[in-house]
């Protein structure tokens, strides 16, 4: 099993990663022996000219950061601590092994420089090769070393609606760049994050008074529409910091943090108001894989207090309905659609189809989610767990950014952000000393 590969300098030797480990092969496959295991993911390998070292991408919990291992398997640290917070994309060595060429996000995504010999000498720190608007990642340097390829990427989506005469997605709102809208109750606004920058914004249904409620570096995802109309819940995080619960009044104003960790270092996410306005429940981050220790979370929005909901441990993703009566959520066996009972606190899977993106009616009766395998809409009666299939997804090609959102308008379209950018091979001309 691998997920990456590359070819020692001397094509004599393959090395490649699989989850936590980077292994190492003659290059008939024969004489496999482990060079290094870590917490985390290894991804991208890239080994250098002399074929001392190998650099790598460690995806670890809520950091992406560059490492280095000697081609022994001994001494694997991390490299550039004072840009462990940014996410990056593994890099390649130029053939004369002086520079290390990676790409690296900050508030682009952006091709940078290093010397090898940085610790050594003393040089300069990584320098920007690139800058934004399009992402530059993936790089190779040619053989002479004068020249960098690069996958660039220009991320834009579209607000598409899905229409059931026509079995075709149509712009929907002016074809806005925006994704995870949410109606007021008077059905008269909306809210969503804007698409790929992810910051909260409302606006009147007719796309006039926009305002914007939150600004980058903070990410945001999931704004929701409190029941009276005056706040909005989102969940977020600055780059590389686990993700907590905001609200921000729909008016503007200052952005208040409701948690502080309480689902667990993997972040606080995917809040869902209670009926009455006066709560909030919110789960942990997906990514973590302890889900059998997760539980929902229940936050009272004036006090602060926080409390665990019973019976409700491996749930999340939560999704309080509009009568007040059910939590609906995803579990274990994993992205499993679950109904809560809020009052009894008992708990019923009600499909054993998986789920995303789950969505109640407004009439609280029906829950609606997609099924990621299949690229299905379907909703489930919550009567008698009876399922539909209403529509097929195949046809639409998701905005990268947009982690497969699927929505729902007040009048029950779906509602989804379409793939409208481009991603191209480019060659960066360079000269070093």
């Known amino acids: 099993m691998a997920a990456d590969a590359r070819w020692s300098p001397k094509g004599d030797e393959i090395l490649c990663s699989n989850g936590p480990e980077m292994w190492i092969a003659r290059n008939d496959g024969s004489e496999s ?17 002399d074929g001392r070292s190998i650099r ?14 000697a081609a022994d398997g001994s001494r694997p640290h991390a490299l550039y601590p004072d840009l462990a917070d940014h996410p990056n994309a593994g890099g390649v060595w130029t053939p004369d092994g002086k520079y290390f060429v990676f790409s690296l996000e900050q508030a682009t995504r952006d091709l940078w420089a290093a010397r090898q010999d940085r610790f050594a000498t003393g040089a300069p ?33 579209e607000l598409v609606r899905y229409d059931r005469r026509s079995d075709q997605w149509v712009p929907y ?22 698409y790929p920058e992810g910051s909260v914004w409302r606006s009147a249904l007719d796309g006039s ?13 999931n704004p929701r529409w409190s029941p009276d109309g005056k706040q909005i819940t989102f969940y977020g995080g600055l780059p ?31 809040a869902s108001w209670s009926p009455d306005g006066a709560a ?73 189809i998986g789920a995303g993106w789950p969505s109640w009616s407004r009439d609280s009766q029906y829950i609606y989610f997609e099924n990621n395998a299949t690229t299905v809409w379907y909703r489930v009666r919550i009567k008698d ?49």
Do not use: C
């Open 33 to 49: 022996r482990k060079l290094v295991t870590l917490k985390g993911i290894l991804q991208l390998p890239a080994w250098s000219p």
């Open 56 to 69: 790598f991408t460690l995806l670890a919990k809520n950091s992406t950061a560059l490492w280095e291992v």
């Open 125 to 157: 720190g990584p320098v920007r090769l690139t800058t934004g608007p399009m992402m530059a990642y993936h790089p190779e340097v040619s053989p002479d070393g004068h020249r960098i390829f690069f996958l660039g990427g220009l991320d834009h989506g």
């Open 173 to 194: 709102l002016g074809g806005l760049e925006a994704l995870e809208l949410d109606y007021s109750r008077d059905g008269k606004w909306v809210t969503y994050t804007s």
């Open 209 to 221: 008074e926009r305002l914007q409620l939150t600004a980058p570096p903070l990410h945001a995802m």
């Open 240 to 270: 590389g910091k686990p993700d907590r619960v905001y609200v921000v009044p729909a008016t503007g104003g200052a952005v208040r943090q409701l948690t502080h960790g309480e689902s667990g270092p993997s972040g606080d996410v995917d």
């Open 280 to 352: 909030l429940v919110f789960a942990a981050q997906s990514a973590d894989q302890r889900r059998d220790r997760w539980a929902l979370e229940v936050i009272d929005v004036k006090t602060g207090r926080i409390s665990k909901l019973p019976e409700s441990q491996g749930l999340w993703s939560p999704r309080w309905s509009p009568d007040g009566r059910h939590i609906a959520a995803l579990g274990s066996p994993i992205f499993k659609l679950w109904l809560y009972n809020v009052e009894t606190h008992a708990r019923t899977e009600l499909t054993a």
């Open 385 to 433: 767990n009876k399922v539909e299939r209403l529509a097929s997804l195949s046809g639409l090609k998701m905005a990268a950014s947009s982690l497969g959102w699927i929505g729902l308008t007040p009048d029950g379209s779906l509602i989804a952000t379409r793939d409208v950018g481009s991603t191209e091979i480019y060659a960066l001309d360079w000269e070093t000393q």
